[in-house]
């Protein structure tokens, strides 16, 4: 079993910015992708991120050129650097990991952006 642990959540101004962490423990075998999801009030989850074991990266078309992801292979971990918010970018973020044929989700950090 995995176990994924969140941080970095919180309150920010629009044009503020954030970085959330993600570190994945436990049962690990081979972390494959990496990704942030997010799920705001009445909507489906959706990608906002993802990372492959390659570092190759994909981004939604909402937050290139604003958001990056990253990895820390070594500590097993997936960063996310939330620059320039925006009211819009208020959700639930998750991050989601592949470790073997199997998905991890963690349990989800509030990223709240006011204007």
């Known amino acids: 079993q995995v176990q994924l642990v969140e941080s970095g959540g919180g309150l920010v101004q629009s044009g503020g910015s954030l970085r959330l962490s993600c570190r994945a423990s436990?049962?690990?075998?081979?972390?494959?992708?990496m990704g942030w999801y997010r799920q705001a009030p009445g909507k489906q989850r959706e990608l906002v991120a993802v990372?492959?074991?390659?570092?190759?990266?994909n981004y939604a078309d909402s937050v290139k050129g604003r958001f990056t992801i990253s990895r820390d292979y070594a500590k097993n971990t997936v960063y996310l650097q939330m620059n320039s918010l925006k009211p819009e970018d208020t959700a639930v973020y998750y991050c989601?990991?592949?470790?073997?044929?199997?998905?991890?989700w963690g349990q989800g950090t509030q990223v709240t952006v006011s204007s």
């Open positions: 990372i492959t074991r390659g570092a190759s990266t």
């Open positions: 989601k990991v592949r470790s073997g044929a199997s998905d991890y």
């Open positions: 436990g049962s690990i075998f081979t972390i494959y992708d």
